[in-house]
């Protein structure tokens, strides 16, 4: 049984920053990919980032030069530093990890970027 847990979330003004951690248990192979999605009210989930165990990552388009994925494969943990916050990005954002066909989710952590 795979387990995610997320922390990090929390109220931010806007231009503001916030790291987001992403715990994994359970069987875990070697190769996998871990990230990152946001769902906003009234909007479909969408990935914001992801990185392989190899460490190469993929960001959505609209948070590039803004926010860092890193992970540490000892730790099964990833991680997702935002910065510049806009209110636009208040969102839930849910981690993800893809082992082979399977794909796991966390329980989410809001992220409100209001002044």
């Known amino acids: 049984q795979v387990q995610l847990v997320e922390s990090g979330g929390g109220l931010v003004q806007p231009g503001g920053s916030l790291r987001l951690s992403c715990a994994a248990s359970g069987t875990i192979f070697s190769m996998n990919v871990m990230g990152w999605y946001r769902q906003a009210p009234g909007k479909e989930r969408e990935l914001v980032a992801a990185?392989?165990?190899?460490?190469?990552?993929n960001y959505a388009d609209s948070v590039k030069g803004r926010f860092t994925i890193s992970r540490e494969n000892a730790k099964n943990t990833v991680y997702l530093q935002m910065n510049s916050l806009k209110p636009e990005e208040t969102a839930i954002y849910y981690c993800?990890?893809?082992?082979?066909?399977?794909?796991?989710w966390g329980q989410g952590t809001q992220v409100t970027v209001s002044s």
């Open positions: 990185v392989t165990s190899g460490g190469s990552t």
């Open positions: 993800n990890l893809i082992l082979g066909t399977n794909a796991y």
